[in-house]
């Protein structure tokens, strides 16, 4: 699988979009791009996952750029409970490993 | 629904005793992971299942077995712990090898 490279923090303003990137250069054709979340030593929770296009869910949108060497997740109006650890995982093989990374930790303030 | 649900939620073990952390789901899933995250760090992956009566090695399963005699319980077994397994171990569920994983509230487990 693709190694990503994500910051290590970031800040957002509440109420404000949160544009999280990342960078996953050496990407396979058939490798997707997943983003998942962790609040506070909670379990992962899925928030994205595409391939080419861009994508949109009731959580947030995915943008893949044309070459596919990197995407950006963005969290329309972060509130304060989207603090948390995200990870931006690129995943391809065939019996449905996540590999993670040390994420980016989004700190929401008020 | 339950979703995926982890028994203990915390143990403290000495080295050397044994111990099975039991996960269920109960939303037919054909695949089942179990994982293990240590401070600061993101997840690892230990064993995994794709189907009832299969598993399969992930990236750190030295120390582990596992067993998926039910489609919807996921058993991980230390044998004989050790310090090194001190870490917060989280089980997961997916449909298929694509879409999303289902995570469990994670069980936190300490090796003395």
């Known amino acids: 699988d693709a190694k990503t490279t994500q910051p290590t923090s970031m800040d957002c303003a509440e109420g404000r979009a949160a544009n999280l990137p990342c960078n996953h250069s050496?990407?396979?054709?058939?490798?997707?791009v997943y983003w998942y979340r962790q609040i506070h030593s909670q379990g992962p929770q899925y928030i994205i996952h595409g391939l080419k296009n861009n994508e949109t869910n009731e959580m947030a949108s995915l943008i893949i750029t044309e070459d596919r060497k990197s995407s950006t997740l963005i969290l329309p109006h972060a509130t304060l409970r989207d603090t948390a650890v995200y990870y931006c995982?690129?995943?391809?093989?065939?019996?449905?490993?996540?590999?993670f990374g040390a994420g980016t930790q989004v700190v929401v303030t008020p | 629904n339950a979703g995926v649900t982890q028994t203990p939620k915390f143990r403290v073990l000495k080295t050397g005793q044994s111990m099975t952390l039991l996960c269920a789901q109960d939303m037919n899933h054909e695949y089942m992971y179990w994982y293990r995250q240590d401070p600061g760090m993101g997840l690892r992956l230990i064993h995994y299942?794709?189907?009832?009566?299969?598993?399969a090695k992930g990236e750190v399963p030295d120390g582990y077995n596992v067993s998926r005699l039910k489609k919807q319980n996921f058993l991980l077994g230390l044998e004989s712990a050790a310090p090194s397994q001190t870490s917060v171990y989280f089980c997961?569920?997916?449909?298929?090898?694509?879409?999303?994983?289902?995570f469990g509230p994670g069980t936190r487990l300490t090796v003395l």
């Open positions: 050496t990407i396979s054709g058939n490798e997707y």
């Open positions: 997961a569920s997916s449909y298929g090898r694509e879409g999303e994983q289902f």
């Open positions: 299942s794709v189907g009832e009566g299969t598993t």
């Open positions: 995982i690129v995943r391809g093989d065939s019996w449905g490993k996540l590999q």
